[in-house]
Each structure stands twice: as structure tokens, then as C-alpha cells.
């Protein structure tokens, strides 16, 4: 607790300040009062909420919000402190306190010459030592200098990694596909071995590079799918020296990584500094330099900084993180909303939702304070969600007329690479559409008097608009929810940066293993599990 | 509303029914009851609450339901005629009142002998047509007798369509995979022109076979990729003529197939008693038939056809989709469930869940009953899944210690086809261990005193195990789902099968689209959406 300053008094809880009772009696002079409403009393209305910040428009005015309603909740931003977490999450201090851990993601994407202090030490050369590794052995695969064990250049690049080793590096390379170099990238995660084989099928072993993304080297899923790799290699190159000229590592772990057989120069470290759903700005983007290039990812880097200074900088009623994650907490503490709905309008996004479902709910999913109290408030919202147009095709109906009030973030990108203009204007015409007609709604008279074609509308969204899909932008966009969900994770009071609920499932997975290897189930099993086990064996054949 | 009984008296709402109240009451008796608990006071308690059915076993045992819960639940089920409203669907009845149709998914997987009679006709010798015009055309492309313009094979199929025409078909060939043909079948279904730019990108003109599944031939998405792809055509075989032999469409619109280019009878109808979230089992089920063989699409409906019979059949209290409706409404209507997480512990069911959505979402995000009544109860919940083990290390943290309850269905097959045991066994080990953490959790003594690291556990679960992931188990499953939303649907007293919540958007995206052509806004767009109109054009290169 050395980032927090000693206190006299038992720290508060969050809905016990009067800020959040403030907030409490306001939501019920909100009850009823409609967004559309408030657009008729205010032509001003989407001047005063909306904010830009270099080509990236957040449109907030959608939302059951006045500008009495945005002050008391930048009045809690303030009383949780969150420009002071946000500052001591900057200067490296250790506000991972379970861990005991600096939080320095935003390290990665700064300048050589700034100067961040972990434990005595600036990391800033680290930083850009990594990053000059990454570079040179990049240039060096793409210009066909590195050759496989049989002389041939690299054609194929298999990510292998799961979680933040996967969701962030795969995304980016979907994202990016416009930017794409020469090399076919791919990513295997899931233990099952349906993954890897499916992913090799076809694959040129004397062509292929395999990057083992692990930090500690042992992570179960990630070593069962290195380990079918290197037989599927060796099986064809039949020689251990192969492995060099067609593995590399992501990791710290020096010891395992040259025991599988890896080079110690083809390591590439990064620090416990980096938690895995912020890791594709570290080492753990080499995959994505090898997909779109060096210089893609350093711009991607510098959207990702571009990000950061403008939440380190501009005030908290126009800082766009600070306002989606003020936003985001007024309807899951104060409205009753379970999720949010985040809906890119670009294909090239198709896996952005995933990868947040890993930063939002990995991060705050807790029900502990930092002091160690049970919560009395709802904390981290269900994300989901799936590119517009697609959605509106499948699960918008429940957003427009369940019984749910599922905010929804709409994304868009204005200029396009491929040319195809009139299906982009298609494109966020539904996006603008959407939006607008969630608000709007549409009565009983205008719904031919019948009640199952009544629209209730005044559902809030909010609308993130860019120039273009590029990696600047990208690196923006980013960067942007990975500040919402810490600021949330500070107004919630609790620790976004540690995952022990992650752990037991490991634990009973091991137990559960050995009674596989025994034909029964683990001492003392509940007759559920004992019933699978033994219905596994049954079907067995 | 032909299907109901006249009644004298209003019809009950579900919340005011005794079973409810009843439910009501029991619900304060089972605040305190752990799962655990339940487990150690029965050791027979697996035994009493799973089921199993042609190689599928549903356990239903890690949920918070005594025997005396399950008794209440169907005694609702019972009360809201769930069994005779399942008869009525299977009959043909107009049971989609607001449409004035029969919902009859369930014939297109029935015999050619059997007789389901729709306004005086028996549709099933339609049925069975249908499905040997597609057997035929599937052959003749499978062994090569059909060839494109230039004389050559179609070595490329890519299936254009959205929502049901898109889900449900991608979904199945992605599960199949281990069953494909020689054809590498493609999907395209965002009118965001990167999807077809990416999918036809190293495809040949000449050996690619387009096929159009739009029921109206009208749907702005499809349309848009159809004209796209047809231009694409057109640029290498410079032939008008060429369209014939690279385009089938799967629509009931033959003018306007017709005018676009395609012969009659390369047109595969439907009927309008087909819903498009359940229309892959219909014509729209050619891409499958391309992918797998007609053979293996034919064992799809086989597998449907037998969770048919096991629905149509078996008691309430052992009937696999009624059991799963009840919880999911004891769940969502007790213990104030907004969501449900269905995690395939298979990466060929990666596209499960996002199938699901549509299914689930789309039928049951309703908030006004059949008698037109604005509900007094919350209906449909979220879905939202990805595959285990990926999830485990991205969202479960939530699920585990979030505050949210979250039902979760785990899915799992035994045997698999590539030979690699090891990792099945991981991966099911990871499957059983994750349900039993979700019930046990860990308390704070087992957790080193540390608050953060406990788990609450008794958090519920179903098992979903069978015996290998084939086109029968595979349409069983699917049909398990689409019963289990049908019955949900009854209790809840809404129309699954309409979709009006999709209509206001599509009218507003017109006038957008129409406003963009002028330069402007709609007449009296609200100030967001006239901004971020001009945004579009500020950022517009």
C-alpha cells in the first residue's frame, strides 16, 4: 500500500462518499427524463458533448446525461483521486499492490529519451533495447536473410500463445490486414489440439517460424502447443538444430527456453511490469512486426502514446477516457446495466470485442476492494458484441427492444484502402442509423398502434469516429479503453492489474488430470465431476 | 391469435400465475443453499439430475435447484402449456401470430414420409424436392461435372448472406471441418467492403462459385456483396453469360434472381414458414452440403430430427430442452440474471455462441407479450462465449469473482479425429475443473487469509458432453438450443419468431444514406447526428 498516503481514517467506500449519494439522488430526478428530450431543449447539445483528440471524434451526447449529471461524476472522479492513480501509474509506482508490481504499459510506447524509474533503474533503455532487437530480427526475416534449417526463407509465422500472448496480437493483425507484409501470420491459443492442427495443416515446415509466447515458459496450453509444433517439425526436418532456425521466444524464462532448444539471442524478454492484456505493445507484438512491419508497429506505438499524453493531460470533463469510464459506471451502478455492448462498424475489427472482453473483464471482475472489503456496487460490466452490420442481423433486437438497457459503444472509421466507397457509405450510414434510432425509439401511433412494434427508445450510446483505420488510430483506440477500464478500476477501488481468479480452475485442472491418468476422480469429488470423469470414459473410443 | 382457445377471462400474466408466486416463495427459501451443500447431503444427486439421449448427456446437477425446485418449474412450464404449444409448432399452426405463419424449422428435418400439413398442404414432398435439388447440384459440383464459363472445376465456393443466411451455415462448416471436401467454402456478410475485398482476394474468377442466400433477394448487405462480386466476375470473364455458371442464389424472389442474372433453376426456395435464424437446415444449408458432402448434411438433419423426437417425447422433467429452458428462467427471473455465457470447449465450435446469439437474442429480446402487454419481467438474456480454454485466460476472471451471477453452459465432445489425445485430455480436464471451481470455490482460511484471492463459488453450471463432434451430435446440439429458446419464449408469453426490433434502424439508415447524397442531414435530425454527419465529411480524403 505504499502508493496510498497513511491514513487516520478507515478508507471510504465508494457508495458511502458523498459524491456517489450526490449521484444517487440525482439518478432519480434522471428517471424520467429522455436523451431526445434533452436534444430539443439544447441545439447545442452534441457541441457540448462531444470531445477530438487528432482524428478521433467521441460522441457522448446520446446518453442520459446533463451537464449537472457529467459534473457530480467528475466530482467522484476526483474524490476517488483518479488524476493521482493516473499519475502514479505513469511514474512506475507500484499500484499493483497484490503483486507488488509497477503497472508500465504505457512505458512501451514512450519516447528513448523520457525517463521512467522502477526500483532505482530507468526501464527507458530496456525499452528501446527490445525494441531494437525486434526491429533487426523483423528486417532480417522479411528480407529473407534469415533462413530456415534447410536454407529456404520464412513464408509462415505461427504465434503461439493464449490470452494476452494471443487476443492482442491477433486483433491488431486482423486490424491491420491493409498494411499486411509478405508473411502469412497465424496464431494458435486453444489447448485443443484441433488449433494447432488445423493451423499447420497445409504449412511448409522448411518455411515456417514458430513464436512461443509465453512469459514464464510454462503456461499449460502454451508449451502442449509448442511441444505438437516441434514434432510436427522435427517429424519433417528430422534434425534437433532445427529448432533454432524455426523457433523463437517471448519470455523471461532463459533457462526453459534454451532447454526447448531456442537460442538465447532469439529471446525476447519483457518485464513483470507488462500484465498479459497490456502486453501486445512489448515483446509480445512480435508477431505483429512481422505481420505489418517494424514501422507499422512503432506508429502503432505512437497512437498508443498520442492516447496516453492526452489522458495524462487534458482536463477530466474532456478527457475521453475519463468521460467512457464515468459514462460506463453511471449505468452499471446507477441504471442496473449487467453489460455493454461495443459494435465495430469495420471487419477489420472483427476480433476488438474479444480482446476487450480480456482488458475489461479480466481487469475488473473483482468483487474486493483494495482494502480488502467485500463491495457493496456492482464492479466490471459483461462486454460483448460483434462487428456492425453483422449484429444488427443477429442480437441488436434485445438491445432495441428487450428488457435490458445495454449502453453500446458504436466505432467507425471514415476513409477506407479498398476502394469500395458505396459499401463504407452503407456502412456508417447504419452506424449513424443505429445509434439514432436507440435514442428515438418509435411510438405506438407511428408503430400502426401496435405495441410490438413500439420502439421505447432513450437507449444511450456513445460513438468513436476516426479518420481512418490505420495504426496510429488503432494504437489510439487501444489505449483509450485501456485507460477507461483503469480509471473505472480506481472509482471501483480495486485492483485491476491481478487475476487471482484465474487460479483455481488451474489448480482442479491438475487434480482432474491425475485422476485421468488413475481411470477414477480426485479424492473427495462432488458426484458431478466423479459422473463426468466417468461418462468421459464411457464415451471414450 | 387462431391457436389459442377462446378464453372469457384475460390471459394471466406469467408473473401473476400461482406457479410463479410459488417459485417466488421458494426462491427466499434457497438464498442461503450452497450447490456444495446439495452434494454433500445426496451422493446420488448426478444420478437424479442429468439426463442422456443418444450419445448426449446434459447435467444439470452444479445448478441451485433442490428436487422440489425442478417439481415448481414444470409445474409453470406445465401451467403456460408448453407441451401444447410444442404440439401446435410441430403441426404447422400459425403459432407466429404477429406474421401470420407456421414456425416449421422442425419439417425440414423430418422424413419424406411424414405428412405436416400447411393451409391444406402437406409441405413435406417440398421438403424433400428441395433437398434433392440440392443433393443433385452438390454432386455435380463435388465431382466436377459443373464447370465455370472457362470450362474449368470450381475449386472456390463463396456464400453471400447475413444473419440466419450467414451464422448458421459458417458456424456448421467451421465444426465440420474435419469432414470437408475438397472445396474451400468461404463467407461473406458485413456490407463493409473489406469482407468481400479479403474473401475474394487470391480467389480465381474461374473456379470461384458465388452463392446468394437472401429469402427476398432485397437485403441491402447481401445485395451490395452480390454486385460487388458479380463486377469482380465480370472484370476477368468479361461475359454477361459468365454469371449463370458462377452464381446460384437461395431465395424465394425468382424475378429478381432472374434479373440478376442466375438460371431458375439454379434457385433453391424456402418457404416463409422458415425463420432465417433457423434456415440452416433449410436451402440456405447449401454451402454446408458444398462443404461436408450432402451426406454429412443429411446426418445434420438426422441429428436435428432426433432432439425433434426427444423434445417431442420425452416427460418435462426429463426433457433435455425444457430442463435447460427452466433453469435459464429460474436464473434470469429469480437471482436477477441479465446473461449467459456458452463456452465451447472445442475450437471447431468457435462461431457456437455467436450463432447462438442470434438465435437466442433475436427470439427472445422482447418487452410486450402476445396479448400486446409491456411485460412485467425481464425476458431474453445476453449470450455471450468463446471457446474454452481461451475464455479461462481473457473473461472468466469476471465469472468467477465478478459480481455478477452468470449461469454458464460448458460444451465438450470426447473422441476426436486428429489424433492428439493429449491435448483433448487437457482440455476436458480444464472443462470439468472450471464447472467444479465455479461451484466450490475456495474460501478465505484455503485462500491464506487474503480476501482477493477467495472465491465465493456456487456459482452454476450445466455440462453439455457427448461423444464426438459429428454432423448428428452437431444438429442435435443446435436443435437442443433452438427448443430450448422455444420454450423460454412460451413461459416468457412472447413471440420468438418475429424480429420487429430490426426494422426502425433499417428505415433510418435509408434516410441517412439519402441526406449523405445531398450533403446534409435528415429534416430534423437531432444535433448528434447531424454532427457526426459532418464529422464524416471533415475526415472524408
Known sequence: MSSQPARSMPFPMLNERPEWVALAKHRKAMESVSIKSLFAQDAQRFDRFHVSHEGMLLDYSKHRVTAET?????????????????DRMFEGDAINES???????????????????VDGENVMPFVHGVLKQMKAFTESVLSKQWKGHTGKPIETVVNIGIGGSDLGPYMVCEALKPFKTRLDVRFVSNVDGAHIHETVKGCDPETTLFIVASKTFTTQETMANADTAKKWLLAALK???????HFVALSTNEKAVQAFGIA???????????????SLWSAIGLSICLAVGFDNFEKLLAGGHAMDRHFQTAPLDKNMPVIMALLGLWYRNFWNADSIAVLPYSQYLHRFTAFLQQMDMES???????????????????????????????????????????????IGAVNIENGLQEHQRMLLANMIAQAQALMDGRGLAASGNDPQKVFEGNRPSTTILFDRLDPIRLGMLIALYEHKVFVQGILWNINSFDQWGVELGKV??????????????????????????????????
Chains 1, 2 share one sequence.
Open 264 to 278: 538465447p539471442e532469439n529471446m525476447f524478454p519483457f518485464r513483470d511490469w507488462v500484465g498479459g492484456r497490456y
Open 70 to 86: 457529467m459534473t457530480l461524476l467528475v466530482n467522484l472522479a476526483r474524490a476517488c483521486d483518479v488524476e493521482g492513480w493516473r
Open 99 to 117: 503483486e507488488g508490481r509497477a503497472v508500465l504499459h504505457t512505458a512501451l510506447r514512450r519516447p528513448a529519451a523520457d525517463k521512467v524509474m
Open 239 to 245: 534434425d534437433q538444430a532445427a529448432i533454432a532456425k
Open 364 to 410: 475488473n471482475g473483482k468483487s474486493v476492494d483494495r482494502q480488502g472489503r467485500r463491495v457493496g456496487y456492482e464492479t466490471g460490466p459483461i462486454v460483448f458484441g460483434e462487428p456492425g452490420t453483422n449484429g444488427q442481423h443477429a442480437f441488436y433486437q434485445l438491445i432495441h427492444q428487450g428488457t435490458s438497457l445495454i449502453p453500446c459503444d458504436f
Open 508 to 541: 482442479l485442472a491438475k487434480n482432474i488430470l491425475s485422476a485421468m491418468d488413475k481411470g477414477g476422480a480426485p479424492d473427495g469429488a462432488d458426484s458431478s465431476t466423479a459422473g463426468l470423469l466417468a461418462a468421459l470414459r464411457k464415451f471414450h473410443h
